[in-house]
């Protein structure tokens, strides 16, 4: 099992999507940051279960779709994997990888 780590710029996205969230709807925030933790398990176990990320092409670039989010992830070796962003799924991605 791979290990999951958060870089900052994730975790900001999800503390900005959160605060963004709870303005219009509290339980729905909390949700919504429940099942981005909640998909850890998933990659942890199946690292290559993503989607390979269209705009890149890269086959360790890969993404989860959560709601109406994009969680984007770095399979950087069999053992670590770095979760790089939370995007609107709705609005263009740029990466610097």
């Excluded at 791979?2 to 729905?28: C, F, G, M, P």
């Excluded at 989607?51 to 670039?61: A, G, H, T, W």
């Amino acid at each position: 099992m791979a290990e999951v780590r958060w870089t900052l710029h994730a975790l900001d996205d999800v503390e900005n999507i959160a605060k963004y969230t709870e303005q219009y709807a509290q339980s729905y925030a909390v949700i919504l940051v429940r099942s981005f933790f909640d998909s850890l398990m998933q990659i942890e176990r199946f690292p290559k279960s993503g989607r390979i990320v269209p705009e890149f092409q890269n086959s360790n670039l890969r993404e989860l779709i959560i709601h109406d989010y994009r969680m984007v992830y770095l399979i950087k070796s069999n053992e670590l994997i770095e979760i790089i962003t939370v995007h609107p799924s709705k609005k263009p991605m740029q990466l610097k990888l």
